[in-house]
């Protein structure tokens, strides 16, 4: 089960971190990622990390603005979001990876669980 919080309603220019909480699963042994989907729109990659955080990825519009990080030890993996703008504004979901190809990691159906999804919301 994995659990997404931290989303929030912010200016254009705020940060906010969105954490997500994993349970009944071996954490370690996943790959974890974030996605977004905004109203009217399909669901979209935004940023992943491999088991042991050796490497990272991001979608090109949220490069030098997002840092994915993870935390094995408290099942936990964590999206710092710097300098929104309000074309980030979307619903944002985490999901866990099993697969050791970086390829699955950008692609929705790459992901074996997924996350209830919380709402981040840039005004302008």
């Known amino acids: 089960q994995l659990q997404a919080s931290g989303g929030g309603l912010v200016q254009a220019g705020d940060s906010l971190r969105l954490s997500c909480a994993a349970s009944g699963l071996t954490f370690s042994t996943y790959g974890m990622g974030w996605f977004r989907q905004a109203p009217g729109k399909e669901r979209e990659f935004v940023a992943a990390i491999r088991r042991s955080s050796t490497d990272t990825y991001y979608t090109g519009s949220v490069k030098g603005r997002f840092t994915i990080s993870r935390d094995n030890a408290k099942n936990t993996v964590l999206l710092q979001m710097n300098s929104l703008k309000p074309d980030d504004t979307a619903v944002y979901y985490c999901?866990?990876?099993?697969?050791?190809?970086?390829?699955?990691?950008?692609?929705?159906?790459?992901?074996?669980?997924w996350g209830q999804g919380t709402q981040v919301t840039v005004s302008s």
């Open positions: 999901a866990a990876n099993s697969d050791y190809s970086w390829s699955s990691y950008f692609r929705w159906n790459g992901y074996d669980y």
